[in-house]
């Protein structure tokens, strides 16, 4: 993980518009959040430009006014690519959303590079008044927010309180999933979903008994919100603590969920 972002930075730092613009490279995802498995193979780094940040659709400056520079949507897109082919040579640029840089056996990981922009959520209920994520848009216009800062801050704290568990049953959902979907028992689903469902389990489960007794109640509690006759799945929320986990844009569906958890607990041999 830390080559493949090391060397994405280089590549951007390399390219001439980019020198002295305001751009963050980092990991996101499983990788820095350590829910990271085998199957896990691409780590995902974005390029994301701070100079404006996107609200409701609209670009500003940070301080205030209507940005007026010359980041768009497309030229930072194509920034990102050519600073990419540039310095790695081969880019796979086809993807809706990432760039794709192949691996390199024994040198680094394949990597997904995703162009955003900062993006900020105005809330008065969250600390300071608002969120900050990041958003970026894909080749078909569509936008994706997300929140790879708040998703790794929450995350680690509940990992902390439930002395680590939490993370441990993370993996091992994931594990479960890539077996099943390799079976062809479920659809293969992206791996933050295992995340999303497992983050939404009460901390004290974790704690309870064993490392198996904290994944088999931890199931038992995921599959009790899934298949409420109050419909608790509707308030299940992300790692991050702001998007729900259920509804418009996510790449899943409750009834997802509920294939792969009675899936999980069959395959772990919890009973029928």
């Known amino acids: 993980m830390v080559r493949a972002e090391r060397m994405v930075r ?3 730092s390399h ?3 980019f020198r002295g613009a305001k751009v963050v490279v980092e990991a996101k995802g499983s990788y820095p959040n350590n829910t990271n498995v085998r199957g896990d193979s691409d780590v ?3 390029v994301q430009l701070n100079e404006c940040y996107y609200y409701d659709g609209q670009s500003w400056l940070a301080e205030g006014p209507d940005y007026a520079g010359p980041w768009t949507k497309e030229k930072l897109r194509r920034e990102v690519h050519v600073a990419l082919t540039s310095y790695f040579g081969s880019v796979d640029a086809d993807h809706n959303i990432a760039f794709y840089v192949p691996e390199v056996p024994g040198s680094r990981p394949s ?6 922009f900062k993006y900020v959520l105005f809330d008065r209920t969250a600390p300071g008044g608002k969120y900050e994520g990041s958003v970026v848009f894909g080749r078909d216009g569509k936008k994706v927010v997300n929140w790879p800062e708040l998703q790794l801050v929450n995350g680690r704290a509940k990992n902390e309180r439930t002395s680590r568990r939490y993370k441990f049953v993370v993996r091992v959902l994931k594990n479960v999933e890539n077996d099943l979907a390799a079976q062809g028992v479920i659809e293969a689903l992206p791996s933050y979903f295992s995340e999303c469902l497992i983050y939404n389990v009460p901390d004290h489960i974790f704690l309870d008994g064993s490392l198996d007794d904290a994944v088999r109640e931890s199931l038992r509690a995921v599959y009790g ?3 409420s006759p109050g419909m608790e799945w509707k308030r299940m929320v992300e790692p991050n603590g702001v998007k729900m986990v259920f509804g418009e844009g996510q790449k899943w ?3 997802d969920g509920l ?3 009675v899936g999980a607990w069959r395959y772990l041999a919890y009973g029928r």
């Open 44 to 46: 995902d780094v974005k």
């Open 15 to 17: 390219h001439t518009p």
């Open 259 to 261: 294939d792969l958890i």
């Open 253 to 255: 569906n409750m009834q």
């Open 10 to 12: 280089a590549a951007i």
């Open 225 to 227: 919100q899934l298949a």
């Open 111 to 116: 990597a997904d590079v995703v162009p955003c």
